[in-house]
């Protein structure tokens, strides 16, 4: 607990913020300050001036910053160094993964892997997106993959698919087999999102809302594959990346149509442990999934390493909401 304790209060410090050191130790910003004031009553001192905005840190704060931050480093690095040598007698690379970057996707690159590499063994899991940040930064996953991801103090995020999105719809669907269509064309129709505490909903959400778009939420799913089977039944329409309904489309139980006007571009990435070492193995693992543009087409006219560019220079949100 006391180990806890002082690498929030590095976190608060080292980010200046409450809120922000609070999302990296995926707790609430009520529980950071307390945390702080815990330490502080425990020490008899203050270790934050709150009176003032922004905060600043005492003499006796930073004493002790400089001090916990050498102890909770060298800690991390002690465990770190403990799990890469359990690793390099068992071969496994331990990968969390939200749902949506697709079953057999993964499947196809850890076959790839494994052919290449017959001794390292390729340990994939599925998560909620928050669960993935969870397993990666206590060091229990080597790496994640997830989209909207952001780099942290102690995450890093390496840009990895640009995923471009489209309209979907069942073929009993009114606006079924068209080629393509203005958002307002959904607006009062029934559509069927995802969970609104994931981030793709919010920034789904976002972008309607900035072209004065309001459809009819039915139904809300936190899994891909479940909210593509309530599309299949005429539910209603949804955004989704087009890359996860190839199977759909190849089958025919869904049609897409291309959205004019703004680009929506749901990014993917890769994260892990900053500063942590990954090992060569790892690295390996991270090379073939980026090198591999073939699972996920970008657009007829893009390719991948432009759309990743695009995406790591730009200042705009996450989700482009570009005019063409």
Not at 61 to 75: D, N
Not at 169 to 192: I, K, W
Not at 276 to 285: A, K, M
Request: glycine share 4%; proline share 4%.
């Amino acid at each position: 607990m006391k180990l806890r304790s002082m690498k929030v209060f590095c976190d608060v410090v080292t980010r200046r913020s409450f809120s922000r050191a609070a999302k990296d130790n995926q707790i609430t910003q009520s529980a950071t300050s307390q945390i702080i004031n815990q330490l502080e009553k425990r020490l008899g001192v203050k270790l934050l001036d709150r009176s003032k905005r922004p905060f600043i840190v005492t003499d006796e704060g930073r004493q002790y910053f400089e001090g916990c931050h050498r102890l909770v480093r060298q800690i991390e690095e002690l465990e770190s160094g403990i799990r890469h040598l359990s690793d390099a007698t068992e071969n496994t690379i331990r990968v969390a993964s939200i749902y949506s970057v697709g079953l057999s996707t993964m499947r196809h690159f850890v076959q790839n892997f494994h052919e290449n590499n017959p001794n390292i063994h390729v340990q994939l899991e599925y998560h909620h997106p928050q669960k993935v940040y969870e397993l990666v930064t206590t060091g229990h996953a080597h790496l994640g993959l997830l989209s909207y991801a952001e780099s942290t103090k102690s995450i890093a995020a390496i840009a990895w698919r640009a995923e471009p999105m489209v309209i979907v719809f069942s073929n009993e669907h009114p606006l079924a087999h068209r080629q393509e269509l203005s958002l307002h064309a959904l607006h009062g129709l029934e559509m069927v999102a995802f969970s609104r505490d994931l981030r793709i909903s919010q920034e789904i959400r976002r972008v309607l809302t900035n072209h004065e778009v309001c459809p009819n939420i039915v139904m809300e799913f936190d899994n891909i594959e479940t909210l593509k089977r309530a599309i299949e039944i005429n539910t209603g329409f949804s955004i989704l990346p087009k890359a996860h309904v190839h199977r759909e489309l190849t089958s025919g139980s869904l049609c897409t149509a291309d959205i004019t006007g703004p680009t929506l571009i749901r990014p993917v990435s890769i994260i892990h442990r900053d500063n942590i070492p990954l090992g060569t193995d790892i690295e390996n693992f991270i090379e073939m999934l980026i090198d591999n543009e073939n699972i996920f087409p970008v657009s007829a006219t893009e390719t991948t390493a432009t759309a990743l560019l695009n995406l790591s220079t730009s200042n705009s949100p996450l989700l482009a909401d570009r005019q063409e």
